[in-house]
């Protein structure tokens, strides 16, 4: 993979990035809690969950504190709820040992419950600005078809190459937004059998 796609890929995304209620805020509590729900679930359904969610626990703090039956409610129709319950985990632990912040550190990020390389590259770059990738399952369908790999994308050694590939071209002034448009870009354009 070269750079080169990096400039046309950005100014594509200022011009056409969905507007979201977690996009831009430069929160990583936000960014945090709206990764999670958006594993497995689609944008448009995640939304009002997040906003209703965001208005019930409006901090680390609060999700940490929270009783187990007003979380499940607020989780209530995302489904996965160990999903939540890791949420909850990881927030009692950032109480605990980073004054209830979510640490600005990726190797920190990774360590806590619920949290993996994708979720804690997202954290990292779009809330912090640390030139870390986010690969899902966007970012693996717009580099194999950039680079058209066919490759096994299930497969960790795959994952492994791509992270590493654009950790070399990560633009170090918007990691966040090349993150997000990768995404954007395999949300919107780069569908699934399109």
């Known amino acids: 993979m070269?750079?080169?796609f990096i400039q046309?890929?950005?100014?594509?995304y200022d011009e056409n990035k969905r507007i979201l209620p977690w996009r831009d805020k430069h929160n990583a509590y936000y960014t945090w809690v709206s990764e999670i729900m958006l594993q497995q679930t689609r944008v448009e359904a995640v939304k009002p969950y997040f906003e209703r969610f965001i208005r019930e626990l409006p901090d680390?703090?609060?999700l940490a504190?929270?009783?187990e039956e007003k979380l499940?409610?607020?989780?209530?129709?995302?489904?996965?709820?160990?999903?939540?319950?890791?949420?909850?985990l990881a927030a009692?632990?950032?109480?605990e040992k980073y004054n209830g912040r979510l640490p600005e550190d990726f190797s920190l990020l990774i360590s806590l419950k619920g949290i993996g390389s994708y979720t804690a590259g997202a954290i990292a770059s779009i809330a912090y600005g640390i030139p870390v990738p986010a690969v899902d399952g966007n970012v693996f369908r717009v580099?194999?078809?950039m680079t058209e790999d066919s490759e096994d994308i299930t497969r960790p050694a795959f994952r492994k190459k791509t992270e590493s590939a654009l950790q070399e071209?990560?633009?170090k002034d918007r990691p966040g937004d090349f993150n997000q448009a990768m995404m954007e870009l395999g949300a919107v354009v780069c569908v699934p059998n399109g």
């Open 92 to 95: 009692r632990e950032m109480v």
């Open 143 to 145: 580099v194999t078809r």
């Open 60 to 62: 680390i703090r609060d």
């Open 65 to 67: 504190a929270c009783p």
């Open 2 to 4: 070269t750079d080169e």
């Open 72 to 88: 499940l409610k607020l989780w209530e129709g995302l489904g996965y709820y160990s999903r939540v319950r890791n949420m909850q």
């Open 169 to 171: 071209i990560i633009p």
């Open 8 to 12: 046309p890929l950005l100014a594509w």
